[in-house]
């Protein structure tokens, strides 16, 4: 071999050295500058916790057209699937965690005010938001991406990013923008209809080639495993444990069910200084929180893993039940 052969040899050594390396960092998340053709340089956050979730860019596809039907044509619901509940402005609608287990976001409105449902299958997080921001209404897409375990979703007017339950913007033109939280009730379709007998139906999509009957997450929740990392852990509960957490004047707070007494209905507690009292329901694992004239106040039921890694200050109620 002459000079100018070995020469070459090691020069390809090199490159195909620094290939591979570049590769491992960018698997790593240490080199990457975008992910999915978001641009990370600017996020809020810790960099290295965003991660891919698996799917590219609206591999997730959200509903951007949903159809609805009464209750009593809801022939694919059993009496105990999940539900997401929203009431605004008398209307009521139902979102079956079944059908968002697939899709993630729905793009929606009622009556003239847009309104963004979303689910994050991995937090177990359903929360929906006013979609007006700085008086245009923004349609969200799922960018395939995960900040602290849960979804990134992101608009597409400025392909800006945003973390679902921070409900803010991480990146982009609308970075550091907050998004109005809604009221959501997670509870039972049973339970749902019992309350609301007039409320509509999100109807299964079509042409996606879903069977919206086959739990594409089984088993994930009632496992200890996650699937991406988190910036905070805490052990004094299972990390699937649910919980019910607020937001009251900057100060966050959980009531894990498993401390809410199995004999009671109302819990009076105090966050931030206010005075609130929670609604719940052991046997359809639900609940609303409620301020002292009675109104809702935006809550989230979350796998206690998601709640404590966004808010690793939270108060946390402390039942007696031993």
Known sequence: MNLDTRMHATHYKILSLLSALLLVMAASGAYARS???????????????????????????????????????????????????????????????????????????????????????????????DAVVD??????????????????????QTESLWSQILAQAISGPARGQKLRLLPVRHTTWADWRKRYPETRVLAEPRGFGRNYDVDPYVGYATSNRLWAPVAHKDRRYPRKSVVVGVIVNGAAHAWPFSELPEDGQVVVDTVGGQTVRLQYDHATRSAAVLDTNGREIPSFTAFWFAWVAFHPDTGVYKGDRG
Request: hydrophobic content about 40%.
């Open 35 to 129: 992910l999915n053709g978001f641009d990370l340089d600017d996020v809020l956050v810790k960099r290295k916790l965003i991660r891919s979730g698996g799917p590219p860019r609206d591999g997730i596809p959200s509903i951007d057209s949903p159809r609805f039907v009464e209750a009593g044509e809801a022939d694919y619901l059993a009496d105990s699937d999940r539900v997401l509940g929203v009431v605004i402005d008398g209307v009521t609608k139902a979102y079956p965690v079944k059908i968002l287990n697939y899709h993630e976001i729905v793009n929606d409105y009622f009556g003239d005010v847009p309104v963004t449902v979303t689910f994050c299958p991995l937090c177990g997080t359903g929360i929906a938001f």
């Open 135 to 156: 008086g245009q209404a923004r349609q969200f897409g799922v960018s395939g991406l995960l900040y602290n375990s849960d979804v990134l979703m992101y608009d597409r």
